[in-house]
């Protein structure tokens, strides 16, 4: 099983004016800005989410928590929505080329919002979503050096040495490129590290679907995006997927009257059935609500596949899934970009199983 892996061409031409955006998004947030983030079909609304979870949650301890919001169809046309809350001192990323989106980035153009107009192009879909991913996890995680370096000291009288302007945007751009080829690196060893695991489950999910089953996707934070993306996908490709991170509803419901550690599990126990397939994502490996779903898929007859990072963590030392795949680093925006191209793999496996088996 293969899937090529988006390069770092994009990233290596694009450094300078990645990090120029950088400082200027970080200007735009220190004015009051927000990031407005428009996108309408599934697949581009998992991107919407991801945005906006990022800015919003920062995974990095210490991080500022940047305004972010996301604009998808069940909010209405994502013009309409735009046009009622974009401000001049916005930021605003669109995905998709629909006529509705390209009209809500217009309206944004005209009210003096900063685009983010960079697009990552790539003749396979998987890739280019690759690629827009690493773009925005880089825009997240370097827009902090320069709302960080424009700081006032909390100390005045322990002045530091920084570089000036010029400088630190040489610095940024240059970190662009460092990690695009990291980005790459940890794709290209996750899925060469995991190719006889990633195969077999793709060939269980090919076998499962064949037979009237159904995939069932999760995972919290970023990776409740890519459930979001690979259950877009898989419908794309006409296979039944549900996604467990969808229904608001269930899970603010199920959180608040009987425990986060049960949101997913719950919705196994109702919609899980014998032959069915759980695709857990986890960047640690040791989510109580995951690990909980994980037991409760088993005693159910699903067949349960793992994406996590790290080393593993209580998934893979417990042998907690029939297949797990680990990506093998510590640093949670590459870990989900690689996870990305690997449920990206076992969609397109699927296809591949269907051909062999016709």
């Given at each position: 099983?293969?899937?090529?892996?988006?390069?770092?061409?994009?990233?290596?031409?694009?450094?300078?004016?990645?990090?120029?955006?950088c400082?200027?998004?970080?200007?735009?947030?220190?004015?009051?800005?927000?990031?407005?983030?428009?996108?309408r079909?599934?697949?581009?609304?998992?991107?919407?989410?991801?945005?906006?979870?990022e800015?919003?949650?920062?995974?990095?301890?210490?991080?500022?928590?940047?305004?972010?919001?996301?604009?998808?169809?069940?909010?209405?046309?994502?013009?309409?929505?735009?046009?009622?809350?974009?401000?001049?001192r916005?930021?605003?990323?669109?995905?998709?080329a629909?006529?509705?989106?390209?009209?809500?980035?217009?309206?944004?153009?005209?009210?003096?919002?900063?685009?983010?107009?960079?697009a990552?192009?790539?003749?396979?879909?998987?890739?280019?979503?690759?690629?827009?991913?690493?773009?925005?996890?880089?825009?997240?995680?370097?827009?902090?050096?320069?709302?960080?370096?424009?700081?006032?000291?909390?100390?005045?009288?322990?002045?530091?040495?920084?570089?000036?302007?010029?400088?630190?945007?040489?610095?940024?751009?240059?970190?662009?490129?460092?990690?695009?080829?990291?980005?790459?690196?940890?794709?290209?060893?996750?899925?060469?590290?995991?190719?006889a695991?990633?195969a077999?489950?793709?060939?269980?999910?090919?076998?499962?679907?064949?037979?009237?089953?159904?995939?069932?996707?999760?995972?919290?934070?970023?990776?409740?995006?890519?459930?979001?993306d690979?259950?877009?996908?898989?419908?794309?490709?006409?296979?039944?997927?549900?996604?467990?991170?969808?229904?608001?509803?269930?899970?603010?419901?199920?959180?608040?009257?009987?425990?986060?550690?049960?949101?997913?599990?719950?919705?196994?126990?109702?919609?899980?059935?014998?032959?069915?397939?759980?695709?857990?994502i986890?960047?640690?490996?040791?989510?109580?609500?995951?690990?909980?779903?994980?037991?409760?898929?088993?005693?159910r007859?699903?067949?349960?596949?793992?994406?996590?990072?790290?080393?593993?963590?209580?998934?893979?030392?417990?042998?907690?899934?029939?297949?797990?795949?680990?990506?093998?680093?510590?640093?949670?925006?590459?870990?989900?970009?690689?996870?990305?191209?690997?449920?990206?793999?076992?969609?397109?496996?699927?296809?591949?199983?269907?051909?062999?088996?016709?």
């Amino acid at each position: 099983m293969t899937l090529a892996v988006a390069g770092t061409d994009f990233f290596v031409a694009e450094a300078q004016a990645i990090a120029e955006l950088c400082r200027a998004m970080s200007e735009r947030f220190r004015d009051g800005g927000r990031l407005l983030a428009v996108g309408r079909s599934a697949a581009e609304r998992s991107d919407v989410r991801h945005v906006t979870v990022e800015f919003v949650h920062p995974v990095i301890v210490g991080k500022r928590a940047l305004p972010a919001l996301g604009l998808g169809p069940e909010g209405g046309p994502v013009d309409v929505q735009l046009a009622l809350i974009a401000e001049p001192r916005d930021i605003v990323i669109g995905f998709g080329a629909d006529a509705e989106t390209a009209k809500a980035l217009a309206i944004a153009r005209e009210r003096g919002c900063l685009m983010l107009d960079l697009a990552p192009v790539a003749e396979d879909p998987y890739v280019a979503q690759e690629l827009h991913e690493t773009l925005y996890h880089v825009l997240w995680e370097l827009v902090h050096v320069f709302i960080e370096h424009e700081a006032e000291p909390i100390y005045p009288f322990m002045q530091v040495s920084a570089p000036g302007p010029e400088a630190l945007l040489a610095d940024v751009a240059a970190s662009v490129v460092m990690k695009a080829r990291e980005a790459t690196a940890l794709r290209e060893q996750t899925l060469t590290e995991n190719a006889a695991t990633l195969a077999a489950a793709g060939a269980a999910m090919a076998a499962s679907f064949a037979a009237g089953g159904r995939l069932l996707a999760l995972g919290n934070g970023g990776s409740a995006t890519d459930a979001m993306d690979v259950a877009a996908d898989l419908r794309a490709v006409g296979r039944p997927a549900l996604d467990l991170t969808e229904d608001t509803a269930v899970i603010t419901a199920v959180a608040n009257d009987v425990g986060v550690e049960a949101i997913f599990s719950r919705q196994v126990i109702a919609h899980g059935r014998r032959g069915d397939v759980l695709l857990a994502i986890s960047t640690s490996g040791g989510s109580a609500n995951v690990i909980l779903t994980l037991f409760e898929a088993r005693k159910r007859g699903l067949t349960t596949i793992a994406l996590v990072g790290y080393d593993g963590g209580r998934i893979l030392a417990e042998e907690l899934a029939d297949h797990v795949v680990v990506t093998r680093s510590e640093n949670i925006p590459r870990i989900q970009e690689a996870q990305a191209t690997a449920y990206h793999a076992l969609v397109r496996s699927v296809t591949v199983n269907d051909v062999l088996s016709s």
